[in-house]
């Protein structure tokens, strides 16, 4: 029966077969739970929780509530304006009216943001060429391995499964959203991370200049902080929250994504469709292992700040997570292809002509290939999208009170934190369901 399955398309008998394995595979599934258990537990023992410093968070939160309490905080004016601060008390001053210089550094640091932010690929270079300079930054080297999986979404769209499940009107739209969020993202904090490096080059804080690249005004106290006691979980947490809402009306809120993306029924499925898996790839005893969450609701801004800090306690607070990924980073770059690390299951070229429906077949078996199976095909960026200009930003700046403050605590690494079984079972899941419907053919 097993080999008859792989000379013709799949059937309904076939169907029945899977259904009838469903037992043995749930015995395996607990099985492999207990064993991944197992290696969180091992894993976890040298793990440290990401500590805030007493004295960076006192300062932050005096200085937002200075914020609060200023009463000339001026109306944004002008496209794209975040508007100016009024912001007497904050060492280094307004910025409003720039020197010749500092007007030349800000015009550097906008071609550069424009350079770079072309496509995914490009941003995640970007974010990557800034954490090896600066290792301080540890937002660099997160957001470096969140805009990888951005980039794995962006292709799953054109690879040998979505495509049997989504139309092209539905992939061009989750990949707008998609694509918007990653450059919004890009756009507003990529600018941040080039004035502090030029500020480690002057010697000396430029962060008054933040308003000229249309940086929210909390950006501001959370720049200064770290620039005096040099907390990098304080500033990474100040940029996750800083990022998220930056986009939550922009993209999250935005009525065109909500009403074409957010709010329809295949979109309510991104557990079927993965969207809702991050995950780092590590090296464990030779074998590439997957770390990361499960974001249960991409609509909620609490959860979204909260994941991405749980992301980075993954990777800066377990040392096997925080040394597999960076030494992934070191030596793979990213083209867009879950080839990059897991080429044993995925190509970036076909390794078959693409199959017509009516003529599927069952190619998985958990985390394998099937005996003579070709493995999936997972198209690189650059053969799977055309890269699209991107909008300037929608004005306004999120701040509205220091209780952004409490989004500032310490962060503990998960108990349950490794992925791979689940990436797995979600990846058979997407091919039962093509399978499915292929019967319908």
Not at 274 to 287: K, Y
Not at 326 to 335: C, E, G, N, P, V
Request: with cysteine; hydrophobic share 40%.
């Amino acid at each position: 029966m097993q080999q008859n399955r792989h000379k013709s398309r799949w059937n309904g008998i076939d169907l029945l077969h899977k259904l009838a394995e469903l037992p043995l595979e749930a015995v395996h599934w607990m099985k492999a739970k207990a064993q991944t258990a197992l290696l969180e537990k091992k894993l976890l023992e040298p793990a440290r929780s990401i500590r805030l410093q007493d004295e960076a968070k006192a300062m932050l939160g005096k200085r937002l509530q200075r914020l609060d309490q200023l009463a000339g905080w001026q109306k944004p004016s002008g496209s794209g304006s975040s508007g100016n601060w009024s912001a007497s008390g904050f060492p280094g001053g307004l910025g409003v009216n720039p020197s010749g210089a500092e007007l030349a550094l800000l015009e550097s640091i906008r071609k550069e943001r424009d350079r770079c932010n072309r496509n995914n690929v490009t941003r995640t270079a970007a974010y990557w060429e800034m954490y090896r300079k600066h290792p301080e930054l540890h937002w660099a080297l997160l957001a470096h391995m969140v805009s990888r999986n951005g980039g794995w979404f962006m292709t799953d769209l054109q690879g040998e499964l979505l495509p049997f499940l989504l139309s092209p009107e539905q992939r061009e739209q989750v990949f707008r959203f998609l694509e918007r969020s990653n450059a919004l993202i890009f756009h507003d904090a990529y600018p941040q991370l080039l004035l502090y490096s030029a500020s480690v080059k002057a010697r000396l804080p430029l962060f008054h200049l933040l308003p000229q690249l249309d940086v929210s005004r909390f950006m501001r106290p959370v720049w200064d902080c770290f620039w005096e006691r040099r907390d990098s979980a304080l500033l990474t947490t100040g940029l996750i929250v800083n990022e998220q809402h930056f986009i939550e009306s922009r993209v999250v809120r935005h009525p065109d994504f909500r009403h074409k993306v957010l709010d329809t029924l295949f979109f309510q499925t991104q557990s079927l469709l993965q969207l809702n898996q991050v995950v780092f790839p590590f090296a464990d005893e030779g074998r590439t292992r997957l770390a990361g969450v499960i974001l249960d609701n991409f609509s909620s801004l609490r959860e979204r700040i909260e994941a991405g800090k749980t992301l980075y306690a993954i990777l800066f607070g377990i040392p096997a997570v925080a040394e597999g990924a960076l030494r992934f980073a070191q030596i793979t770059r990213h083209s867009g292809s879950r080839a990059d690390y897991w080429p044993h299951l995925f190509a970036a070229v076909r390794k078959q002509p693409p199959v017509p429906r009516g003529q599927l077949q069952e190619r998985l078996d958990g985390c394998k290939l099937r005996p003579g199976a070709a493995p999936l095909y997972s198209p690189r960026l650059s053969d799977s999208w055309a890269d699209r200009r991107v909008a300037p930003a929608e004005p306004g700046d999120w701040y509205e009170g220091a209780k952004a403050l409490g989004y500032f605590s310490d962060i503990r690494a998960p108990f349950a934190f490794e992925m791979t079984g689940e990436f797995c079972f979600g990846l058979n899941k997407i091919e039962m369901a093509v399978l499915a419907g292929d019967l319908l053919v």
